[in-house]
């Protein structure tokens, strides 16, 4: 990831060919080490090709990926007694009557408008 980001760093910087020694130079100035293999993969896949039409495609990419909970999963209660499911059913009352009051700006002393 950090090669990634040495390498658009210099292409927003206006190098829009940066070289392995350039993204060098970037991670050696914050103190990152840089490996030379990812370095050489990066550039081979992105030599020739526009910055914006590869974030571009990114994009769309990330677009099909869920991003998302379908439904969280909630734990069924064990066969062990009748009264057990009552207890959560009243803890969930009781936090649902206990709210919490809102700070409101005219404790301050002052209004935005005034």
Do not use: C, H, W
Request: hydrophobic share 40%; glycine share 14%.
């Amino acid at each position: 990831m950090k090669v990634i980001a040495a390498y658009l760093l210099a292409v927003l910087g206006g190098n829009l060919s940066p070289s392995a020694a350039d993204l060098k130079d970037i991670l050696g100035s914050v103190g990152a080490e840089a490996d030379d293999d990812r370095i050489e993969l990066l550039l081979s896949q992105v030599k020739g090709k526009d910055i914006t039409e590869l974030i571009a495609s990114g994009r769309e990419k990330l677009a099909s990926v869920p991003s998302g909970g379908g439904g969280a999963a909630v734990a069924a209660p064990t066969s062990g007694g009748g009264g057990g499911s009552a207890a959560p059913a009243a803890e969930a009352k009781k936090e649902e009557k206990v709210e919490e009051k809102e700070e409101s700006d005219d404790d301050m002393g002052f209004s935005l408008f005034d």
